[in-house]
């Protein structure tokens, strides 16, 4: 038993300076493969890397030159699955540790110090209780042995702060890639932050001959293909992150205060950035930016950007549901349901899985777990109400003044410069001209696939707005013959009215001559009368004046 001891102590010892071989001649292969810079090979690098981590999984060159291959390889969603307890987001849904222990450390040593958690011995004593001080009555009491590992390792940690600090500098940019962009500006922040630090500490420790020698020197992973101007481009990467959140913060705030209009132009500012965006944050500012529209009217707009929306992403919640209130805005009671049932199996997926997507996969705004039973309660019955509308007959009145955006009793020059308008906007040949600023990397789907649906969904929506215009113009037409015929019509009853009264003019001229006559000859006979009625008065008038008669000339008296 003695005498074998030695011999499997040398077995031990011989088994891991084999591993330890076959890591360093993986690296080193690697490394050959990756400066290349040629997909083939760094994929070839990636495989050999994850052999040498099944022998050493928490070697840090390997680390790191695998997450840098994936980047490079543009696969980001295999970065953010390997480096996801970094993520703030994840970490603040219960990705952190719930020891209070590791709080005051760097993210970067939770490798180092995840070994030592089992460790938790509190205040142990060095010396027995009972024993006293010489010089006085209090026992001689301990530290903690935990917090002296703690801040031990701690220590030697801040020496070599900038082993960690690519963890943040991949990371951020992959998260940039997948669009969880406070979560990519918090990383690039801190690498920046980590690595000023390091220079920092670098210039006053070393003296200056040290630098030139420094930098001749091989640096091992320091010496990576990829990092050349790598701060310079991290550096215009955050910048840009921080301008289109402040631009959506800027967005979103005019939403909420009631300004419509310049939630559109701070969403149409994002969507129409030179670098390109991603996907999935390109269909937040979609769904976004068709809320505002809704809000001042264009319903129309409103749906050709939740059809972009779910032509990037077709499970995307947010623009199902703003897709689906749009469609009811209008009446189009069949696309609407169809949209509904869609955010019903999801809902039913996600109770099914019991978890929302992962931190890693495309983020859903606003979804909680915990409010989806409620919300689908909720949808059930909105469907349930749809499907009775449909069966009533009000599936097909839909409301084509509404989705052109025109009011009714609208002139025809208003109805066709809002039709050509929206025609020369949302033709079926434009509707992928949007992707040329999106950035599709790392997607699980074909990239015709998506052009495909998008020009199906706004050709759906073309044939809608052609649909409407003819229903409405032809409308318009009949109500204007209509007011014609009916101008027509008072116009001959005007005429004939006009003609019947000069024909009685006419017919009662003659009449009227005659009667003319009688009442003339009629007239003379009554002033004859009223004459000789006028003497007589006055002749009695004189007698009464006197006893004798007064003779009085009538001839005299005349007028």
């Not at 969403?267 to 269909?283: E, H, N, Q, T, Y």
């Not at 109770?351 to 689908?376: F, G, Q, T, V």
């Not at 003379?524 to 009625?533: G, H, I, N």
Request: proline share 3%; with cysteine.
């Amino acid at each position: 038993m003695t005498a074998g001891s030695p011999s499997l102590a040398a077995e031990r010892k011989h088994w891991w300076l084999s591993n330890r071989k076959v890591v360093d001649k993986n690296l080193r292969e690697a490394r050959v493969l990756i400066a290349t810079q040629e997909q083939s090979n760094v994929s070839k690098a990636v495989g050999l890397l994850d052999a040498a981590l099944a022998l050493s999984p928490r070697l840090e060159a390997a680390l790191e030159l695998k997450a840098r291959s994936l980047l490079f390889l543009r696969r980001f969603r295999e970065v953010a699955g390997m480096l996801q307890d970094y993520i703030p987001s994840h970490k603040a849904g219960g990705g952190g540790g719930d020891d209070g222990s590791t709080s005051s450390l760097s993210a970067g040593d939770h490798f180092s110090i995840a070994s030592s958690a089992p460790l938790n011995r509190e205040r142990a004593n060095l010396l027995s209780p009972g024993r006293e001080q010489s010089d006085g009555d209090r026992s001689f009491r301990c530290f903690s042995v935990s917090d002296l590992k703690r801040r031990l390792l701690a220590g030697l940690f801040k020496t070599s702060q900038g082993e960690g600090e690519w963890r943040y500098l991949v990371l951020g940019q992959a998260c940039c890639h997948l669009g969880m962009m406070e979560d990519a500006m918090v990383l690039l922040q801190t690498s920046r932050r980590l690595a000023s630090a390091a220079s920092r500490r670098e210039s006053v420790c070393w003296s200056d001959d040290s630098f030139d020698s420094a930098a001749g020197e091989d640096g091992g992973v320091a010496a990576f293909p990829f990092s050349e101007s790598e701060s310079e481009s991290a550096s215009q990467l955050l910048a840009h992150v921080k301008l289109i959140l402040r631009r959506r913060a800027a967005a979103l705030a005019a939403l909420d205060t009631g300004l419509p209009a310049e939630a559109v132009r701070h969403f149409s500012k994002v969507l129409d950035s030179r670098r390109g965006l991603p996907g999935s944050f390109a269909a937040g500012c979609l769904v976004g930016r068709a809320t505002a529209y809704r809000a001042i009217g264009r319903l129309a707009d409103g749906i050709a950007d939740c059809n972009r929306a779910l032509a990037v992403d077709p499970s995307f919640i947010p623009a199902l549901r703003a897709r689906a209130d749009l469609l009811e805005a209008v009446n189009a009671l069949p696309d609407c349901l169809h949209d509904l049932e869609h955010l019903k199996l999801l809902y039913d997926a996600i109770l099914r899985d019991r978890k929302l997507s992962e931190p890693p996969r495309r983020p859903n705004h606003d979804i909680r777990y915990r409010d989806i039973p409620a919300n689908l309660r909720t949808l059930n019955a909105r469907i349930h109400q749809l499907r009775g509308r449909v069966a009533a007959g009000e599936g097909n009145n839909v409301d084509y003044y509404a989705l052109i955006g025109v009011r009714r009793g609208c002139t025809r020059p208003e109805l066709v410069r809002a039709h050509l308008l929206l025609t020369l906007k949302h033709k079926p040949e434009k509707a992928v001209g949007f992707m040329d600023r999106l950035e599709l990397a790392d997607d699980h789907r074909d990239l015709d696939t998506i052009r495909d649906q998008a020009r199906m969904s706004a050709s759906i929506l073309y044939r809608m707005l052609q649909k409407g215009y003819a229903i409405m113009a032809t409308v318009m037409e009949e109500e204007a013959a209509g007011k014609q015929r009916a101008k027509e019509a008072l116009a001959n009853a005007a005429a004939a009215v006009a003609s019947q009264v000069s024909a009685l003019r006419t017919a009662e001229k003659p009449k009227a001559e005659r009667n003319g006559e009688d009442t003339a000859v009629a007239a003379t006979a009554a002033a004859a009368v009223l004459q000789s009625v006028f003497c007589r008065d006055m002749a009695v008038a004189g007698s009464m004046l006197s006893h004798r008669a007064i003779p009085v000339n009538v001839g005299a008296l005349s007028c």
